[in-house]
């Protein structure tokens, strides 16, 4: 596999890597909150406003082998999605991503605590948008082969399959455990919905484009008709002034 350190790869690890450094050393040894701030933690984004967590949550991570291996997948599949879609389209996707597990967890949490109050439970980490990010490449570069547990390798269309199947037995074997891997099917689920979204819309425009430039196609042909006509006609006229009758 071919990795490529993009420039929105690189900004997303590093503010990822500080932001962790930062947490661990504030929450452990300062006191700090950034949990309670930055993660996503329903009662307070439902009750406190605090909206920015749908988004902050994501750089946040509890431990190293948690923010290892997410960083390690960013690199692995981010750059080349990256550059296949330019910076600003892998961004757009990317944060789709973190918003759809994100509010996939809020909703979850809602219904179980059954309102803001009882759901204390913060969720961090960039899964959900990895997952995200799985989907694409599997549907992109569907020939490709991962390996599934950096033992057995497997084509990037069978993969993702086998994780969310993973997701979904740990969701619903799992309990109240299973709530960060409804973040993680909620973030599958809105990267396939984004990219199913952004060809109908593109198959649209270029329908849409291919029947205007038909429709001016035929405009132009109509009009050049009829300007043939009026010349041919200026032409008939003017031979017969050219060649008048005379009458004796």
Not at 19 to 28: E, G, R, V, W, Y
Not at 72 to 79: A, K, S
Not at 95 to 124: D, R, T
Not at 206 to 233: D, F, P, T, V
Request: aromatic residues 14%; contains cysteine.
């Amino acid at each position: 596999m071919l990795i490529r350190l993009t420039p929105a790869v690189k900004a997303l690890m590093v503010a990822c890597f500080a932001l962790f450094i930062i947490q661990q050393t504030a929450d452990l040894y300062l006191g700090g909150n950034f949990l309670g701030w930055l993660g996503l933690v329903p009662s307070s984004f439902g009750l406190g406003h605090r909206f920015w967590q749908i988004i902050t949550y994501a750089f946040l991570h509890a431990d190293v082998m948690h923010l290892f291996f997410n960083l390690m997948m960013l690199v692995f599949i981010g750059g080349e999605l990256e550059h296949f879609w330019g910076t600003s389209g892998f961004l757009k996707y990317y944060f789709f991503c973190v918003v759809s597990a994100g509010g996939s967890y809020l909703l979850l949490q809602l219904i179980l605590a059954k309102g803001w109050g009882g759901a204390l439970v913060p969720m961090i980490g960039a899964s959900g948008a990895i997952y995200g990010l799985l989907v694409a490449y599997g549907l992109i570069f569907s020939e490709r082969v991962l390996l599934f547990m950096m033992l057995f390798p497997m084509k990037a269309k069978h993969f993702i399959w086998v994780l969310a199947a993973i997701e979904f037995m740990s969701t619903v074997f799992s309990g109240r455990g299973g709530l960060a891997s409804i973040a993680h099917i909620g973030g599958m689920l809105g990267g396939l919905g984004y990219i199913w979204g952004r060809s109908a819309w593109v198959v649209q425009r270029r329908r849409r484009a291919a029947s205007q430039a038909a429709s001016l196609k035929e405009k132009k042909k109509k009009a050049a008709e009829h300007l043939r006509l009026i010349i041919n006609n200026d032409k008939s006229h003017s031979d017969k002034d050219e060649n008048p009758k005379i009458w004796n």
